[in-house]
């Protein structure tokens, strides 16, 4: 299974960092991603890292503004969420697959409860 925590109340132009607790499953050969949901809206992917770590993706809405990482020693998948801005509202979910790291959030099997990222002054 796999946890996302850390979410909370930011300021538009600050930083939150999520953090994404995997258990019961081998980390080193799955990827790992975040997606979002805000209210009234759709799904949307935001990031995907490989298993690997050596390959990373992001959505356009994103880039230059979040990164995505992982430690395989923790377990854990990170975002750091930089120049937040109101529409960045949502909560967020850690997603698993084994295999490939992709955008699409159909191909993902492990999913976490989510967190709440609020953006506002």
């Known amino acids: 299974q796999v946890q996302a925590f850390g979410g909370g109340l930011g300021q538009p132009g600050g930083s939150l960092r999520l953090s994404c607790a995997a258990s019961?499953?081998?980390?080193?050969?799955?990827?790992f991603g975040w997606f979002r949901q805000a209210p009234g809206k759709e799904r949307e992917a935001v990031s995907c890292?490989?298993?690997?770590?050596?390959?990373?993706y992001y959505a356009d809405f994103v880039k230059g503004r979040f990164i995505i990482s992982r430690d395989d020693a923790k377990n854990t998948l990170y975002l750091q969420m930089d120049s937040l801005k109101p529409e960045d509202t949502a909560v967020y979910y850690c997603?698993?697959?084994?295999?490939?790291?992709?955008?699409?959030?159909?191909?993902?099997?492990?999913w976490g409860q989510g967190t709440q990222v609020t953006v506002s002054s």
């Open positions: 997603v698993a697959r084994w295999g490939l790291a992709l955008m699409d959030p159909e191909w993902y099997n492990y």
């Open positions: 890292i490989s298993s690997r770590g050596d390959t990373s």
């Open positions: 019961g499953l081998d980390f080193d050969d799955h990827a």
